[in-house]
């Protein structure tokens, strides 16, 4: 699948820069995270008095809600995909499995790692993305919490090197960037199975294009 990234500035914890780039602390969660899964659709009585307006009352004005696209590319199951891409009305994520881009328990980016991230660089340069590139990783819960917090923050630091030095190598260097480590917080799986476990610990890239 291919994937395209843009310009670099940086948050983080602590603040830094990578190639001109500016890291600075963020407190804001990532836009997807601790979604809960649908449940069942549930009957409705469409006679019900609970679904009548009040007397006197109006409809609120239409609007159109976030429509999202979701493309997985998975070697092993649809429940385990490697890479996610969610795009919705405003924002575009990706999601790397951490098994894709480290060893077991490692900040170390695997040598199959840097194509994904320059394949996200590029796709962010195409979009000609001038607002904050957040770059979140998390964990699964098992081990400690402060280990989590500690393991998603180097592995998000890894991949932020790595995507504001190719940015900077495609010639857009002037991006912020927010980096931070969530560790077990926001899980977007079931944590009592390895299957949900190996889907919670990744890093997302989440940016917005600008409007068309």
């Known amino acids: 699948m291919a994937v395209t990234l843009g310009a670099v500035v940086v948050v983080v914890l602590a603040a830094g820069t990578v190639n001109g780039s500016v890291a600075v602390a963020d407190t804001n969660p990532p836009p997807s995270a601790g979604e809960d899964t ?20 109006t409809l609120a004005p239409s609007k159109v809600l976030d429509i999202v696209s979701v493309t997985d590319e998975s070697a092993v199951a649809a429940s385990q995909p490697q890479q996610r891409q969610e795009t919705s009305n405003s924002t575009v994520t990706y999601a790397l499995q951490a098994e894709v881009l480290f060893g077991k328990d490692s900040s170390k980016l695997a040598p199959a790692a840097t194509g994904r991230i320059q394949a996200i660089a590029n796709d962010i340069n195409a ?5 904050p ?17 500690v393991l998603s923050k180097a592995r998000a630091d890894s991949v932020y090197k790595v995507l504001a030095t190719e940015l900077d190598n495609l010639g857009d260097a002037s991006h912020t960037f927010q980096v931070r480590g969530y560790g077990e917080d926001y899980p977007i799986a079931d944590n009592s199975t390895e299957s949900g476990r190996q889907q919670n610990r990744r890093v997302e890239i989440t940016f917005t294009p600008p409007a068309a």
């Open 38 to 57: 649908p449940a069942a659709p549930v009957a409705i009585d469409p006679a019900s008095p609970g679904l009548k307006l009040p007397e006197g009352a």
């Open 127 to 131: 979009r000609h993305v001038s607002s």
């Open 133 to 149: 590139i957040r770059v979140f990783g998390f964990t699964d819960n098992l081990g400690s919490s402060e280990h989590g917090d």
